[in-house]
């Protein structure tokens, strides 16, 4: 089964019917719900440290009052999109693709197939449509967060003034920058779970337990590297 | 009555089927017939075959020759990568019902909720009409109680009895079990072989069973057929089987170490 076959069966699957709303509903929840702890911290600590780094570069030529909008610009359509996709990425891939191993070993898989339910529709398709839609709301979710670190550590560590920090977002920080960070949400998502439903899903009874681990390093490997790469072509593409 | 004369299809037939893993040849020209409404117990050594043959009746293995055609129609021909044929190949999934040598219960549902999954998917059956075939189906198997539990907390004769009820849930023309009966206990396996009894002779089901155990084959099988090293090496009506002298069956039956049958 080579990957260009899973994915035009998978995107078949995907929007040709349905998906079944209970599979649906669970992995959002995993998903989503499931990855805010782990976000919320590790993106207070990039919203500080964005704002520290940006202060400290900006600081040479006197230009910290450009901070809000750098922090702004950065975060939501740059850093804080691959850092969800990168930090959630790695943990809803893993559970994705150590659960459809997990199924594959066990011949879960195959028994759905006996019964004649296709699992591309059954498992790959809802799986595809929670985490493409989990992603860009975490995103969302990880551009608040950000900024609200950014202006604390601006506002009360780096003395900035707080008027203007507001002022600079609201002004030149607009709602397409905030489309662009969620389109990529999308992106990155569908990514993640096309790539960890692929690894899983190619698991086979005789690799065995082995089989599980080797699915889910890969999973998580891969959609690292492939979303930092989307991520550069899709930046490329939404600032021309 | 042949089955010409009543019109019917034989439920399987196996026209030299052959499989091969690299080379390692896993089955070697296997033709056989399951009738209609037969009981077909299929015995042999472990690692020769049995449950790649069963693979192949379903398509979940396509064989690399000849022709496996269940009422008719050849699976062996319908590639799964290709999607009409996937569909086709679903549409003739429905006609079985299979126990696999594992169980492969689904381990993030309850049992009650793995034996209602079929019913779930494929009928309108009311949700009270679903949970009283479950319950019926659960107490045939002898675990009347079990319904919320989950698989993980059932022993490997338990989660076989599970797979079984899931197996019969949508009550299919053809039945694949692969080794009910191992890991349950002598009554247990007993009490399974029953229940395949009644539902051959009440719902008029086919049932293939690969087995190890002798004594099953003699009670349930109308049919039997013995498979060594990817050779179909007897096949035949039971009483004929029972009365032959080869030498590998006579191994088998007298659970003996000198035979054609060797493993060490
Ligand atoms: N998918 C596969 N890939 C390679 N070899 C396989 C595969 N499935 C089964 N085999 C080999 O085929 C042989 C028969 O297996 P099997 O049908 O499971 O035996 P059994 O008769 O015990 O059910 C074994 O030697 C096994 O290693
Ligand atoms: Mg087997």
Redesign the interface.
């Known amino acids: ?1 080579s990957f260009f ?1 899973f994915v035009r ?1 998978a995107l ?1 699957a995907q929007f040709t019917r349905v998906p079944p709303l209970d599979q649906f509903v669970r992995h959002m929840v995993d998903a989503g719900v499931g990855s805010i702890g782990l976000l919320t911290l590790l993106i207070f600590f990039a919203g500080l440290s964005l704002a520290v780094q940006g202060y400290a570069a900006f600081v040479r030529f006197g230009g910290q009052e450009f901070l809000g909008l750098f922090c702004g610009i950065g975060g939501i359509r740059e850093l804080y999109p691959v850092m969800a996709a990168v930090i959630c990425g790695a943990r809803i891939g893993a559970n994705l693709a150590a659960s459809l191993a ?2 594959q070993i ?3 898989v ?2 759905l ?6 699992p591309m529709n059954y498992l790959v398709a809802p799986r595809l449509w929670a985490v493409s839609l989990a992603m860009p709301l975490l995103c969302a979710y990880a551009d608040v967060v950000g900024l609200a670190a950014s202006y604390l550590a601006a506002v009360h560590q780096l003395g900035v003034n707080p008027g203007n920090f507001m002022a600079q977002l609201r002004g030149i920080v607009g709602w397409e920058d905030l489309a662009a960070g969620v389109f990529k949400g999308v992106a990155f998502g569908w990514l993640v779970a096309i790539v960890a439903c692929y690894h899983g899903y190619r698991s086979a009874k005789r690799d065995g337990a082995e089989g599980v681990g080797i699915a889910t390093n890969r999973a998580i490997v891969h959609s690292a590297v492939l979303c930092i790469v989307l991520n550069m072509i899709l930046s490329a593409i939404l600032y021309v | 009555m042949s089955e010409q004369a009543s019109g019917r299809p034989p439920a399987i037939v196996l026209d030299s089927v052959s499989k091969a893993f690299g080379s390692h040849v896993v089955l070697d020209e296997v033709s056989l017939t399951v009738r209609h409404e037969s009981i077909m117990v299929m015995l042999g050594p472990s690692g020769t075959g049995k449950s790649v043959l069963l693979r192949c009746l379903v398509g979940l293995l396509r064989p690399d020759k000849g022709r496996v055609l269940v009422f008719g129609e050849d699976v062996a021909r319908l590639d799964p990568e290709r999607p009409r044929d996937r569909e086709e190949l679903f549409r003739i999934r429905r006609r079985f019902g299979m126990l696999f040598q594992d169980g492969a219960l689904f381990d993030d549902m309850t049992v009650g909720e793995n034996v209602a999954f079929p019913m779930r998917m494929h009928t309108s059956k009311s949700e009270a009409e679903i949970r009283a075939s479950v319950d019926d189906k659960l107490r045939r198997v002898g675990l009347p109680k079990a319904a919320s539990k989950f698989p993980s907390e059932l022993s490997g004769g338990m989660r076989k009895r599970v797979a079984f009820a899931r197996a019969i849930a949508l009550e299919p023309d053809i039945v694949l079990c692969d080794e009910p009966s191992s890991g349950l206990d002598p009554v247990m396996s007993a009490t399974l072989d029953e229940l395949i009894l009644e539902l051959h002779r009440t719902l008029g089901m086919t049932f293939v069973v690969i087995s190890h155990d002798t004594a099953e084959a003699r009670k349930i099988a109308d049919t039997i057929g013995l498979l060594a090293k990817g050779k179909l090496v007897t096949y035949g009506p039971t009483e004929q089987v029972l009365r032959s002298n080869h030498p590998a069956l006579r191994q088998f039956f007298e659970r003996s170490t000198d035979g054609p049958i060797q493993v060490l």
């Not at chain 1, 197939?113 to 296709?118: A, F, N, P, R, T």
């Open positions: 089964m076959w069966h078949v997990n199924m066990s011949e879960q195959e028994a197939e006996v019964m004649g339910i296709d």
